[in-house]
């Protein structure tokens, strides 16, 4: 309450905005518990509800899943994503990559204190695109080597949810069709999705290029 009206909300309209939050968040038994008395947790939810209740246009958030189980982690983020969509500018510190692939629209990856990567998350993913692809298919991997001579590079090949899989690299300038066209003649194709690295494997990439540059 005293926060509330800090951030110029009246006495009523604080009491109000603050019950409808606890319900929200379903913690109304908690409202005459001391901040003390909460989980870590508990406490990050009234936080929460503390920095968004004046539904401020600009919102700096520091790591705000931690301490949060992963139910309430994606309660959070719902409220993040909602209040994301009614206007509200949101800053996000995190090394959750999870996250930022979630929520983020952009990003900067800092690295000892140096920006060594931003832009939309959209675009840095495609930036860092492998040419690589997983088939699903049926056959042997003599035939699928055969289908690859020398215009595709074979990453691995394993056995997922009981069907054949094969990580292939396309080289030069070969196309999904034409790997598909190779491969038709010597084993049967049940699916070929574009293995798109993560933010994770991208921040890892990238701070590993960095330094790799400035020992």
């Known amino acids: 309450m005293y926060l509330a009206q800090l951030k110029g909300l009246s006495s009523r309209e604080a009491h109000t ?20 008395d909460l989980s870590k947790g508990m406490a990050q939810k009234v936080q929460f509800i503390t920095t968004v209740l004046h539904e401020p246009k600009l919102l700096i958030l520091d790591e705000p899943f931690s301490g949060f189980d992963p ?6 983020r719902l409220e993040m994503l909602r209040l994301k969509e ?4 949101i800053i996000l510190s995190t090394h ?25 998350v959209k675009d840095i993913k495609s930036r860092f695109r492998t040419q690589a692809y997983r088939l699903d298919f049926e056959g042997a991997s003599m035939d699928l080597g055969i289908g690859l001579w ?10 997922q949810n009981e069907r054949n899989y094969a990580d292939i690299k396309l080289l030069g300038d070969r196309k999904v069709n034409d790997l598909l066209l ?4 010597h084993i049967q194709i049940h699916s070929v999705n574009e293995l798109v690295p993560n933010m994770e494997q991208i921040f890892i990439q990238a701070v590993q290029q960095f330094n790799a540059t400035h020992e």
């Open 17 to 36: 905005r603050l019950k409808a939050w606890f319900e929200r968040f379903e913690i109304g038994g908690w409202w005459d518990k001391k901040v003390e």
């Open 71 to 76: 139910i309430n982690a994606e309660l959070i």
């Open 86 to 89: 009614e206007g509200a500018t």
């Open 96 to 120: 959750d990559m999870g996250s930022v692939e979630s929520l983020c629209d952009n990003i900067a990856l800092i690295n000892r204190s140096k920006v060594i990567l931003e832009g939309s």
């Open 150 to 159: 020398g215009n595709f590079e074979l990453i691995q090949t394993g056995v």
């Open 182 to 185: 190779a491969l038709i003649p």
